[in-house]
Nanobody, 123 residues
């Protein structure tokens, strides 16, 4: 079992920055690919970024490429999402997910999910 706990969300002005963290329980964190997804009110859950387990391969949604950076620290069992140049349309609940298969792009049938953290970007 893997438990995921997100943190770091909040209210920020447009063009500001936030860093989200997702802390994972368990001793096999490096075996899991990780992903960040988001869900805005009235919309479906969408892919944001994903990172592989051990070699750090990354992949981003076009909407965040160049602004967001996903990274992980396997010694701390934590994955991060650095978000820069935030826009009002980035407002959503952000979720991290873990799965043994990389990449995590489709938000279906993934092994584990966190509870989410709210990010609100004001204009």
């Amino acid at each position: 079992q893997v438990q995921l706990v997100e943190s770091g969300g909040g209210l920020v002005q447009a063009e500001g920055s936030l860093r989200l963290s997702c802390a994972a329980s368990g001793r096999t964190f490096s075996s899991y690919a990780m992903g960040w997804f988001r869900q805005a009110p009235g919309k479906g859950r969408e892919f944001v970024a994903t990172i592989s387990g051990s070699d750090g391969r990354t992949y981003y949604a076009d909407s965040v490429k160049g602004r967001f950076t996903i990274s992980r620290d396997n010694a701390k069992n934590t994955v991060y999402l650095q978000m820069n140049s935030l826009k009002p349309e980035d407002t959503a609940v952000y979720y991290c997910a873990a799965d043994l298969r990389y990449p995590l792009i489709r938000p279906f049938q993934l092994d584990y999910w966190g509870q989410g953290t709210q990010v609100t970007v004001s204009s």
